[in-house]
């Protein structure tokens, strides 16, 4: 029998050979499995002509598009592909002030078209305040595309660090407020064929570590999603919609998984790097996959990216160090960005712009 001293050392080594064994075994697995789904990949971000699905589908006479987050970023680049394509929208935005350049922008382009403001605080919301504000703006308003996109970071530090009023706004912006803003157009506003475009985050599928609160809200977005469209697929009793949210409506929820594009959120300015594309293009990628109603990445190589993670195991600690390894090189871009957008430099279509550079 061995001696006790040495029953640890055995059972390390054990468990280091099963670990071994184990980690080749799943990737070996996961990669097979990849295989399997790579025509559903390529039908996701080659085959699939989600602009055609959206213009034949949702893109009926008098209908609007509602984008939430719509004065910056990738909110602002899809009013942007969306008024290029004959689209009517309701622009959200935090306030009149912050919505009019974009609205009068708009106005002025696509005169034959109708752009209306939504202004109301995403993180100061109240209850029935978003029904409230589309029966004013304009009663009986049939929206067929819902762009659930405003979201927000808080800044990255410590999370003791941060104050209560942070991550109250922070779930507030990333939660409750998509979460009411879908509520209030099942009631009553959506048209009878109606897509929900959800802005997730790889946040809720990898760990960004300077972000609890913002990865969290993500991962709530995403359960958000996938229960809702388990509810509007189960015909239960349980599940009945009040009257006012027709029964004949045909909600397709398509939340969308989002890896690094240039914004205010990531402003990253290097180009050449095929992970990093700016908000015009993520929103065409987007609305290619209008149509396929289930929870897709918007852009192929942020799949790749995700895939380089997902495929290891939780156990044994590699899937914890290819996200950190991954992570580290974006966070030192990130904050190099921050630094210049608190110098005075502002995001512009996807490019950090200096102060005074003329934009
Ligand atoms: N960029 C990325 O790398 C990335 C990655 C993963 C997921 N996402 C997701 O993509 C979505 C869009 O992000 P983005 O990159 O375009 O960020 P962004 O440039 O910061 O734009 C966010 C939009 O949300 C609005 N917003 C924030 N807080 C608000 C509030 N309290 N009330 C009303 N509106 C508010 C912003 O308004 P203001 O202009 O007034 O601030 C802006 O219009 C978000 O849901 C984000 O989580 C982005």
Known sequence: MAPSSTLPYITSHIYTVYLLFSTTLHLFLQIFLS????????????????????EEHYHTPNAFA??????????RAFALELAER?????????????IKPLLEHLRQKYPRQTFLPLPIDAANVRAGGISQALQELVPGVCV??????AGALPPVRAFSGLSDEEVIDNVAVNVTFGALVVKALMNGWFGRRACVLGMGSVGAVMTLPGTPTYSGSKSFTRKFY???????SSP????????????????????????????KMTPIS?????????????????LAKVGLGREVYGYFWHEVQMWCITIWPEEGGMRGWVNKAMMRGVEKLRAEGWRRLSDGARMVDGRLVERGDGH
């Open 226 to 232: 996938a229960c809702l469209r388990t509810q509007l």
């Open 35 to 54: 295989l399997l789904s790579l025509p559903a990949t390529l039908n996701t971000h080659l085959l699939h002509n989600g602009a055609r699905y959206l």
């Open 270 to 286: 290097e180009d050449g790097n095929i992970f990093f594309l700016t908000p015009q293009a993520f929103a065409r990628h987007a």
């Open 236 to 263: 239960h009793p349980a599940f009945a919609t009040p009257a006012s949210s027709s029964p004949s409506t045909q909600l397709e929820i398509l939340p969308i998984l989002v890896g690094g594009v240039r914004t």
């Open 144 to 149: 067929t595309l819902l762009i659930n996109n």
């Open 66 to 75: 509602l984008i939430t987050g719509a004065t910056d970023g990738i909110g």
């Open 86 to 98: 004959g689209w009517n929208i309701i622009l959200h935005g935090r306030t009149q002030a912050r």
